[in-house]
């Protein structure tokens, strides 16, 4: 009978697998009726961990593999071997019960059973591989389709520093409703400049101190960002489109805004209504589609945190590079310029429009800026003033692009793009 290890070690696998040769992205294999829906919580938790690593260090076991195939093994054997070699380098497990495990899973599976002493002996010698080869190992390349527009953009030295943060994965980031120096002193983490709190190593989020009260809740501190810069006050008529899982409605909500929550996706809600009661904060929700939805009356300002390609949240998601493709980015980017206009028609003259993409390509930020300017005479941006912005962020049309690679002495930064626009009054 198989144990927790080789259960999880089996659905790992699949997750890389359905990653890899399907291009699917992890988020859509894990929900209720995905890959894990059977498992214990610590094996489906230890299952998605082991999958992750070996999708975020996949250069890195190809380049210790490399030398020790003559040619390349069946796609779901080469995987198998790819996460046994993670597991070993990256997470230190014992080399002898990570080998004896890959044999098993292959020796289980009558297609892939005469591959089983191939397996064993690639990984006896990949498990000679020192730490400190491994460390030196280049990281996980980004597609080309992404590095080449990168390149571009922010030439091949700053690609390389993502790479090197992407590779270095996320911390736990939290926003408190109250005090940060508080929450940072009772959760035993750091309160960062901008006034999220940041914890390192691995937490159980729910045995927290302050989870039941509400006085917190998971967001990285790139996203809780744009919503600081919208500065919401008390008794202001605020939009927060695209709202769902609710880390800025909570946000708005919490600065004592009247707020309307507004996402097209009914089951996305349900999750921002349980974080909501969890907080003890209130929202006016609606599930409808932003670009046809009508309000009313005009909103005093509106934060639209539009779809976007995710390309920077890639450190805590390392699956997206394999399950993105370009062909998505034009059919996006047209999308962010419709839900600009329609935001800009459901705001007051004079109000302010907080446009934000948790994306690294400039056509789904600084350019679709510009180009709103340009379709909207009148409209202007405002660049933050806060005092906890650095200079490296600011950009010439007067937004701030975030980059992973900021904040390294901190743990880095998902990457976003944010804009402050005024409506002519």
Known sequence: MADGNDTARGAALALVNAVLEDHRQISE???????LTDMAPADRARAQRLALSTLRH????????KPLLRKHPPAEVRNLLRLAVVEMMHHGAAPHGVVNAAVALLRRDRRMQHMAGLANA?????A????????ALPPQRMPGWLRGRLESFMGRAGVEALEAAHAAGA????TPKGDGRALADAVGG??????????????????????????????????????????????????????????????????GAEVTALDISPQRLARLEENLARTDLSARI?????????????????LLDAPCSATGTIRRHPDLPFARSAREIKSLVALQARMIDAALEMLKP???????????????????VTDALIRHPGLRVEPPDATWIEDAWRTAEGGLRLRPDFWPEHGGMDGFHIAVLRKPA
């Open 29 to 35: 294999l894990t929900g209720e009726d995905g890959l």
């Open 58 to 65: 996949a250069g890195r076991a190809d380049a210790v593999l």
């Open 122 to 126: 690639v990984l006896r010698k990949a």
């Open 128 to 135: 000679e591989v020192t730490p400190e080869h491994w460390d």
């Open 171 to 174: 911390p736990l980031d939290l």
């Open 190 to 255: 750091a309160l960062l400049p901008t006034g999220s709190v940041r914890l390192a190593g691995t937490v159980q989020v729910s045995a927290l101190p302050g989870y039941d009260r509400g006085d917190w809740w998971v967001q990285d501190a790139a996203a809780a960002i744009p919503a600081r810069l919208l500065d919401a006050r008390p008794g202001e008529r605020v939009l927060d489109l695209c709202a769902a899982p609710g880390g800025k409605t909570l946000q708005l909500a919490a600065a």
């Open 286 to 302: 609606i599930a409808d589609d932003a670009l046809t939805w009508k309000p009313d009356v005009p909103f005093d300002a509106i």
């Open 350 to 368: 004079g109000g302010r429009l907080v446009y934000c993409t948790c994306s690294l390509l400039p056509e789904e930020g600084e350019k679709q």
